[in-house]
Nanobody, 125 residues
């Protein structure tokens, strides 16, 4: 059974940083793409970033490019999202999501079949 457990959310002032982590289990880490999407109140879900574990390819939404960095720790089957220069508009619940790599090629991050329970990120102005 695929399990994804997020951690690292919290409250930070604008300009600050947070690091989200997604601990994955129940599948072969290298065969998957793991990503993050977010949802703010009253807004559509937004795919933020993904990392294809096996080949290392990455994607970033324009809204976070240059500020967020996704990385992996193969030894711990964990993906991190380092978020710098945070803005109030980054406030949302952030979800870790996963899909087999060949499936992920055909889906937006927001539709990956497995996801965690989410972690709140709040950026104050």
């Amino acid at each position: 059974e695929v399990q994804l457990v997020e951690s690292g959310g919290g409250l930070v002032q604008a300009g600050g940083s947070l690091r989200l982590s997604c601990a994955a289990s129940g599948f072969t880490f290298d065969d998957y793409t793991i990503g993050w999407f977010r949802q703010a109140p009253g807004k559509e879900r937004e795919g933020v970033s993904y990392l294809s574990i096996g080949d290392g390819s990455t994607y970033y939404a324009d809204s976070v490019k240059g500020r967020f960095t996704i990385s992996k720790d193969n030894a711990k089957n964990t993906v991190h999202l380092q978020m710098n220069s945070l803005k109030p508009e980054d406030t949302a619940v952030y979800y870790c999501a996963a899909a087999p790599r060949v499936v992920a090629r055909e889906l937006p991050i927001t539709e990956y079949p497995s996801r965690g329970q989410g972690t709140q990120v709040t950026v104050s102005s």
